[in-house]
């Protein structure tokens, strides 16, 4: 607890490897903000080393993913096997963590929420080896558990299914909360946005999302619906930050398609979307089913997003699209189907504030014991 304003520290640790971690980590911050006893630090181990590192790894992680994708996901196999990759997580972990103890010391949380695995991995080291007595959850943003997420020192994990409780260590406390979503979602108000686009009742929108590098063939798409004459259906393209793309789908100069950039609105235009086609990112997956929307996956990228949409499907009925004219076909199957009101889920949305209330636990019992020793 930081004795000068006599509040407990949670720091909130995320990797900007994809945006999903970092808006979990938001959501989650969004909760923590509001209660008087906490402050909350959201922290980027990418901080914990020179910046121009960090500029480097990402940019060839983008690369890799966009034209060497059998790559990432021989690392993704690989770093997922029983043994192979371990000596590696530990020496990345270890590393970071003497980077990163400085950067910790002086944050000297009460208890620290990892939204990667990477970050998680850290923590534990540094509780192990610096004796510390802090709260370590880790809050797994996919809809599958890669093996670099099993580390020592995780007190909670925080997963967003309990059928994947087994793929986690017995002795280890974990709940099946869901993925923790922004509080905009729970409050988003479709009904509106669609008046003010001038889209009716019934009329289908379709949502097109890239997400934040607008990764989605998103033109080619447009014209497969187009081509389809689905008289009732409107289409909405959200491109992220890729202004090419946007500028590419403003020529369009269609009358049923409306085109975002990089929108705060998301929630509210995915709250007045029927239909979402977009990749299986575990942040966007977790969103589109606290909003009970029809989901469709574009050609899942390797690794987690494969494993988002096997289980996606699996489980909720999610459709994996292999081609655009598989896009096509099954919008027009949704938009055939008997007019349904889609249904929020009103557990997924609170994820967040139960993973919060679970943490504050665990910090006032630990300090309760505190006191008795």
Known sequence: MNAANKKYTVLLLSAPIGSGHKLAAEALEQVFAENEAVHVVHGNVFDFFPQFLGTWFLKIYLQILQHFPWMYKY???????????????????????????????????????????????????YKKNLGKDLFLGAVITDFTIHKWWICPGVDTYFIADAKLADRLPAQVENHAYGIPVRKSFAVADGVSLRKWLGISGEEKICLLLGGGEGLLPMTDIVVALQQAKLSHLRIIAVTGHNKQLFAKLQQCHDSKLTVYGFTEYLPEIMAAADIVVSKAGGLTSAEVLSLGKKFIVYRPLPGQEEGNAAFLHRHYGTVIAKSIADVAAHVKAFCLEKAQQPQADGERLQAAEKICACVMSHISKNESLDRTE
């Open 75 to 125: 690392m993704y196999k690989w770093g997922n096997q029983e043994k192979g990759s371990l000596w590696m997580k530990n020496l990345i972990n270890g590393i970071l963590a003497r980077l990163g103890s400085r950067y910790l010391e002086k944050i000297a949380p009460d208890a620290v929420i990892a939204t990667h695995a990477t970050p998680a991995g850290i923590i534990g080291i």
